[in-house]
């Protein structure tokens, strides 16, 4: 069992920047890759980016260049930088991990973008 946690949302004005961050527990399983996705309200879940643990990144349409992952292998750590924030980012975002033991989620966070 992988718990995740994320931190750091909160309320920014457009066009600021929040960074996201999504600490593994201490677990001696290994995490081949990390997630970010998000919860738009009215809208599906859908890809912000991934990255692998060799550190190969993949973005959801539209997002990269405001957004960038990256990842602490050594602190069990997924970042997300995102920058240029729209009201539209607006939503609850999670983090997940990809295991041989399977796909485990954080409980999500709240990101508020004001115009």
């Known amino acids: 069992q992988v718990q995740l946690m994320e931190s750091g949302g909160g309320s920014v004005q457009a066009g600021g920047s929040l960074k996201l961050s999504c600490v593994a527990s201490?677990?001696?399983?290994?995490?081949?890759?990390n997630g970010w996705y998000r919860q738009i309200p009215g809208k599906q879940r859908e890809l912000v980016a991934t990255i692998s643990r060799e550190g190969l990144t993949n973005y959801g349409a539209a997002l990269r260049g405001r957004f960038t992952i990256s990842r602490d292998n050594n602190k069990k750590t997924v970042f997300l930088h995102m920058h240029g924030l729209k009201p539209e980012d607006t939503g609850v975002y999670y983090c997940?991990?990809?295991?041989?033991?399977?796909?485990?989620w954080g409980p999500g966070i709240q990101v508020t973008v004001s115009s």
């Open positions: 201490e677990t001696t399983v290994s995490i081949n890759a």
């Open positions: 997940n991990a990809f295991t041989p033991l399977g796909t485990f």
